[in-house]
């Protein structure tokens, strides 16, 4: 830990980043607790699944919640190359505030819905135009637009690209620096430093985390070849990294001892940001509008009347015992109405009914399964 500021993961996929990333949440925060880190980010791959459930334990162990995702986008060149989709590049995004969580919703839901690629979600660039308000944004190193550029030497396009991210970002924009010990981060560190230099763009190290300790290496490599559909010999995969576990500050520090500006700048960047996910009660919408009737009344007139229709159709006297009849049905569906109620779920249970009774009327199979206690 520096005297001056200490350093925080800004980079962290937790097991919401699907067979991906292989640390639960809870574990996620005692590992931020037991590094004394004040605060720490969740950003898991094209979603924000864990971003409540992240939010609520990071108050519950006194640590700043930072919400982010790291978005694919799509190649900067675009099509395909020697016959085969160019994999995407990607962007680091974190939310400073409710605006910038909204334009993140909004560019997440973009990426699965609307992606140019059948294989993965991904965004152009151009789709980030106005959806950037509250947005903080990391250039995702050798992963990102930039990076590339870098690495295929196109010096005049790397620079295009950052200030096309500075016009979209301002000063919400860092070059993003990561030592795993890649030959490529080696190679394109030095001309990245200059870009970001002579662009007036600050620099913040980071470490990409997706497992806990060092000893998980051998089990996450084993979980990105399922996730592949691969074995373990196959080379032509991807492969996970020994430098991925959740590092203390004093080994990030240590990395980057000769930037110091680095590490401070992950401090800074936690302090911009101001924003977390609060429970809410859930809404469900109104099933009947134009009734004087409580949506409770309605699903209990419905139930019962459906019931007795049912009761006309059974012979009792072919069960074993004579104690369940037309009266222990009736008592059971009155305790299933009243715990609906207490839930709070009769609009839910209307809802449902109202598209699985049309769908038979169809002729659309349904159920067994979710929604046939409504339907």
């Known amino acids: 830990m520096t005297d001056s500021a200490p350093f925080i993961h800004l980079r962290v996929h937790s097991a919401y980043s699907l067979a991906e990333g292989a640390i639960k949440i809870p574990a996620l925060l005692a590992l931020a607790k037991n590094h004394k880190m004040p605060a720490i980010a969740l950003t898991d791959r094209n979603n924000l699944f864990g971003a409540l459930e992240f939010s609520e334990y990071a108050f519950s162990e006194g640590i700043q919640p930072i919400i982010g995702c790291t978005l694919n986008v799509a190649h900067p060149r675009g099509g395909a190359h020697n016959g085969t989709a160019r994999a995407p590049t990607s962007l680091l995004l974190l939310a400073q505030n409710t605006q910038g969580y909204k334009n993140l919703s ?151 001892t000769d930037l110091p500006e680095a590490i401070a700048n992950t401090a800074v960047i936690a302090q911009r940001c101001a924003f977390a996910v609060m429970p809410r009660k859930t809404t469900f919408p109104k099933a009947y509008r134009d009734t004087e ?42 305790y299933e109405l009243d715990v609906i109620e207490q839930m709070g779920f009769p609009g839910y249970f209307l809802v449902v009914a109202d598209f699985v009774q049309w769908a038979k009327s169809q002729n659309i199979p349904v159920g067994p399964g979710r929604g046939s206690g409504s339907g």
């Open 106 to 256: 909004k560019l997440v839901s973009h990426a699965h819905l609307r992606s140019s690629h059948q294989s993965w979600p991904e965004i152009p660039l151009e789709a980030l135009t106005d959806h950037t308000e509250g947005l903080m944004a990391l250039t995702s190193g050798i992963f990102g637009s930039f990076g590339r550029f870098l690495l295929e030497k196109d010096m005049e396009s790397a620079q295009r690209c950052l200030e096309l991210l500075k016009t979209l970002f301002k000063d919400r924009l860092y070059i993003e620096l990561m030592r795993r010990g890649d030959a490529r981060e080696t190679t394109i560190e030095e001309p990245m430093l200059d870009l970001a230099f002579a662009q007036n763009v600050p620099i913040v190290a980071t470490n990409p985390v997706f497992y806990a300790t060092p000893d998980m290496f051998d089990a996450h490599d084993v979980l990105l070849c399922i996730a592949q559909g691969v074995g373990l010999a196959e080379t032509e995969r991807q492969t996970s990294s020994e430098a991925y576990y959740f590092k203390s500050q004093e080994e990030m520090c240590a990395l980057f």
């Open 293 to 334: 009737k409580s949506e409770t009344e309605i699903l209990c007139e419905e139930a019962h009347q459906g019931l007795e229709r049912r009761l006309k159709t059974v012979d009792f006297s072919t069960f074993p015992s004579e104690e369940i009849g037309h009266e222990h049905y009736r008592k059971r569906l009155h």
